[in-house]
């Protein structure tokens, strides 16, 4: 069965910083792909980024970038410069090609951006 | 336009009550899921319909009942509410099974208060 983990409950970060939020995961399918959401306060889930298990480089969308190591089976995201409005719930999913094929979700990180 | 709409954003209901949420979706996509985040901010898919099929039924309660008169519409109707099923809800699409690459696209969730 998937599992996604995030260990980072909360994360606190000097504006301007970059700051790493972790994500590993579990499962016997060769075949998935990864991503992450935002959450802002006001509650809507923001599609940030994707990266598929057979993508030779790292995802990159603008100020975030995904550190995808495959063989440790961790997907972590990179926030580059990050402003007070990256302040946010982050969640990453799974989803694997066999079965249902759902998304599955890790627990979130609540990111604070300090000024 | 609204990608993906729920009605209502907000709904406070007496233990026992039936209610019902509505989601549209008006992106052309063939799969649409229920998902359940509960005070700890988890996500939990709850159920996913493929063109009108249900495809995934997670463990949920039976009074909990999904119904999808056509691909654009997945609405969610719930019996004799009690107070653990206070939570914010999500309607979620996507394009179609079998791409790994098609991120979901979520509604603005309805928060759920049962008193």
């Known amino acids: 069965a998937q599992k996604i983990t995030q260990t980072q409950p909360g994360m606190f970060v000097q504006e301007k910083e970059a700051v790493t939020l972790d994500c590993t995961y579990d499962?016997?399918?060769?075949?998935?792909?990864l991503f992450w959401y935002k959450q802002p306060s006001s509650g809507e889930m923001i599609f940030l980024i994707y990266?598929?298990?057979?993508?030779?480089q790292n995802a990159t969308e603008g100020r975030y970038s995904l550190n995808f190591q495959k063989a440790r089976k961790s997907a972590n995201l990179v926030i580059s410069a990050s402003q007070l409005g990256d302040s946010a719930m982050y969640f990453c999913?799974?989803?694997?090609?066999?079965?249902?094929?759902?998304?599955?979700f890790g627990q979130g990180t609540r990111l604070t951006i300090n000024p | 336009d609204t990608a993906v709409s729920q009605t209502p954003k907000y709904l406070v209901t007496q233990m026992g009550n039936d209610k019902s949420i509505k989601c549209e979706q008006n992106?052309?996509?063939?799969?649409m899921y229920w998902y359940k985040q509960d005070s700890k901010k988890f996500l939990k898919i709850m159920f996913s319909?493929?063109?009108?099929?249900?495809?995934i039924n997670e463990t949920v309660p039976n009074r909990f009942s999904p119904k999808s008169p056509d691909k654009a519409h997945l609405n969610l109707h719930i019996n004799s509410l009690e107070l653990g099923d206070s939570a914010v809800y999500f309607c979620a699409s996507t394009p179609q099974t079998g791409r790994m690459n098609t991120e979901a696209f979520f509604g603005q969730g309805t928060r759920l208060t049962v008193v």
């Open positions: 499962t016997s399918d060769p075949s998935y792909g």
């Open positions: 992106l052309g996509h063939d799969t």
């Open positions: 990266q598929g298990s057979y993508d030779q």
């Open positions: 999913a799974m989803r694997e090609i066999q079965g249902a094929q759902k998304l599955v």
């Open positions: 319909y493929n063109n009108k099929e249900l495809i």
